[in-house]
């Protein structure tokens, strides 16, 4: 059932000509395991191509037409939590799609910005004025190659084993370590400070699930 959802959400992107990229634990599974992590609840792709906001909007509509539906989802938004919208999230910039039919589904919209640290680097933001969520340095992107996964083929970062180095603290290849990839500001720690312009000490700054009651 994961395999035929993601399938899916491929044929919406292909449809739209928009390429995409396995990324975080679902490149990793592909690479390493050669199948989804045993514990992994969603499935990561990563869009760089740039695309019109309407297009972003026709895909979010497109995966809900195929019985993809919104997650309950909050991100913090000028130092208030503030749920997802239905669909697509976001602006003609960045933005992000989180959906799910029988497993969730986190696609991200990225965009260049320069990085002291990481030179050109990726970045997303999910929502119009919420924090930055998640970055790669361009350099993964930029000389793409393609794997192999149930016998269909997959855009992933290259060079590969750097890529999986670089996000899982050069220690991907233990099955037994599922730390979440880097978050930007795990990954830039020199503007953790700026956060406390924008929200209190005890939020959290990155998406965080609706408890279900």
Not at 22 to 48: E, M, N, Q, S
Request: glycine share 4%; aromatic share 16%.
């Amino acid at each position: 059932m994961k395999f035929k959802d993601l399938l899916d959400v491929k044929k919406v992107l292909d449809q739209h000509k928009v390429p995409f990229f396995l990324a975080y634990g679902t490149c990793l599974g592909a690479y390493r395991d050669k199948d989804f992590l045993p514990d992994d609840k969603d499935i990561d792709l990563v869009i760089i191509k740039p695309i019109d906001l309407k297009t972003r909007k026709d895909i979010g509509w497109a995966l809900f037409n195929l019985g993809f539906n919104p997650v309950g989802l909050f991100f913090n938004v000028f130092g208030r939590m503030e749920q997802a919208e239905a669909r697509y999230n976001g602006t003609e910039k960045t933005g992000i799609i989180i959906c799910e039919r029988n497993i969730e589904f986190s696609i991200f919209f990225f965009y260049k910005e320069m990085c002291d640290r990481h030179g050109e680097e990726y970045v997303c933001i999910p929502k119009l004025g919420a924090l930055k969520l998640m970055a790669i340095p361009t350099r993964f992107y930029k000389k793409p190659q393609t794997i192999k996964f149930h016998k269909t083929k997959f855009l992933i970062p290259n060079p590969i084993k750097e890529y999986l180095s670089f996000i899982y603290f050069n220690n991907w290849k233990d099955k037994t370590d599922r730390r979440h990839a880097q978050t930007y500001y795990e990954m830039h720690p020199e503007h953790t400070d700026d956060l406390k312009n924008v929200m209190d000490k005890d939020k959290v700054f990155y998406p965080i699930k609706k408890e279900k009651k």
